[in-house]
């Protein structure tokens, strides 16, 4: 049963929202409410084998635990985006890709949030089965290994070797802040099954008396009183009911999260007004300017009988703006209903100069909002990856033991593949980060405690505060991120406060 009020009231139940509710009911003498719109589930022998088995991604479209969405990528390239929609979020139906933001990807980010501030809560989020030093957590809730080097699948094996011949270093950690190169990617796995934040923070917590769980459950407004937020709004069956909040927490990720500030009056005035939406307060910046990874598949063919079934990606190399991601299977294997029945080695982008923005629907606020990426539109965003493409098919062709000869057709041309070339083999690697940015500029919506700027009781936690994508993959700094923030938190005479 919903109660009327909580001292904290936590929006989505994904990454970040799995951490933060568990942690901040820590305090037996703080009620923590967490409202999730997706699906739940239990620990034990009850929890869904999709979501257990990290082979496989339930993120095809016969999946329970997604939300798609209409995505613009680049001129002449539309496509529907996913994201993980249930306890747990995306870090419950991912690759189980568990690489850390690099020092100078937090460069961008305010001073305190350095490398050297942030590495306890890196180190405190993990407990890694490889390395026990300095660097890396050896009790915290996530475990991390990486695949055993006489146990790579035939193609992760093939392409540390190419890349190693053609001249990259090989990297014992890529969780270390060292150099670039290629390496085994540390995974949140433990005895084959994926474990994100929702089993490894918030499962173990739900029989806690002052949580409380709601699955299936939409926020649609967060109620604001005076300049501070007083508690949430949701959709009950035909009615509206409203719950009372000490502070409310927004993390509904970096889609839904500016969504639900527009839809509560918090966002860019003229978009609000120009959508029949009442304007409670000004922030120009919700929604626009998001960095991502752009990733160009490039084909290619097994040369002979090659296992189906691994880790979808245990081995990639990283360059200075570049991530090599060789596949082990087809996505057709790995994604049930994907269809997807060539191998690829992705080439991702790591430092995009695109920007994108979250758009309302015109037609119906509360839908599913537009992503217009607008990837490929800088000529350095197109220039790296077409050299990327030319290593990419350089790398498969001294991938002799798998890799089909000539089989990798990369439509080179004096200078490489052409833009329509990129863009038909154009996708996102699924980071959207900065549509509720950090930081104290014009543009920044949250400060440097995820606390929104001009209302009191409202923090946004999720990657859209990430002042932009971290060059590796967003979900260990996120949870990061999340575990910071609860542990930042503190109880004051007559309210809760987070700091």
């Known amino acids: 049963m919903l109660p009327q009020h909580a001292d904290i009231v936590v929006i989505g139940g994904g990454s970040c929202g799995s951490v933060v509710a568990a942690r901040l009911s820590d ?21 869904p084998s999709e979501l257990r088995d990290a082979a496989l991604l339930p993120v095809g479209p016969e999946s329970g635990w997604i939300a798609a969405y209409s995505a613009h990528l680049a001129e002449g390239r539309d496509a529907t985006v996913v994201r993980g929609r249930g306890l747990g979020g995306s870090g419950a139906v991912n690759g189980a890709y568990f690489i850390r933001a690099r020092p100078d990807d937090l460069g961008h980010w305010p001073r305190s949030w350095s490398h050297d501030e942030v590495l306890p809560y890196f180190r405190a989020i993990e407990s890694d089965a490889d390395f026990a030093d300095s660097v890396h957590g050896g009790d915290g809730p996530i475990p991390v290994m990486r695949t055993p080097p006489d146990r790579l699948h035939p193609v992760s094996a093939a392409f540390h070797s190419a890349a190693v011949a053609a001249g990259h270093r090989s990297v014992d950690d890529l969780n270390a802040p060292g150099p670039v190169g290629v390496g085994r990617v540390p995974m949140n796995v433990r005895d084959g099954v994926r474990h ?115 880790p979808l990606l245990e081995s990639v190399l990283h360059t200075d703006a570049l991530e090599f991601r060789p596949y082990t299977v087809p996505f057709g294997a790995a994604i049930p209903g994907s269809g997807v029945a060539d191998p690829i080695l992705g080439v991702v982008l790591t430092r995009p100069r695109s920007r994108g923005s979250v758009m309302l629907n015109p037609n119906d606020p509360s839908a599913p909002p ?43 041309g004096r200078r490489g593949p052409s833009d329509a070339w990129l863009a038909s083999h154009l996708g996102t690697s699924l980071h959207l ?45 996120a949870v990061m991120l999340a575990h910071r923030f609860a542990a930042g938190s503190s109880r004051v005479t007559g309210s809760t406060h987070l700091l």
């Open 196 to 310: 994100g934040p929702g089993l490894a923070y918030l499962l173990p917590a739900m029989g806690r008396p002052n949580l409380s769980v709601q699955t299936g459950t939409q926020v649609v407004r967060i109620v604001v009183s005076e300049g501070r937020a007083t508690g949430v709004e949701i959709a009950d069956g035909t009615n509206i009911r409203r719950i009372e909040a000490g502070h409310v927490v927004v993390c509904a990720g970096a889609v839904c999260s500016p969504q639900l500030l527009m839809l509560s009056g918090i966002g860019p005035a003229s978009q609000l007004r120009g959508l029949g939406l009442g304007v409670v307060h000004h922030l120009a910046g919700i929604g626009d300017g998001f960095s991502d990874h752009p990733e160009i598949a490039v084909p290619y063919r097994y040369r002979d009988n090659v296992p189906l079934r691994a």
């Open 433 to 477: 980060s900065g549509t509720c940015r950090m930081g104290d500029g014009e543009n920044s919506v949250v400060d440097e405690n995820c606390r929104v700027h001009g209302i009191d009781g409202l923090s946004v936690v999720d990657t859209s505060v990430f002042p932009e994508v971290p060059s590796r993959g967003p979900h260990a700094t």
């Open 370 to 412: 537009v992503l217009d990426y607008r990837y490929l539109l800088h000529h350095d965003d197109r220039d790296t990856l077409r050299d990327g493409v030319r290593a990419a098919a350089d790398l498969l062709a001294d991938m002799r033991d798998v890799v089909a000869p000539g089989s990798a057709d990369v439509g080179s």
């Open 27 to 47: 305090d037996p003498d703080r009620s923590v409410l967490l409202l999730e719109a997706g699906r739940g589930y239990d620990a034990g022998p009850t929890l």
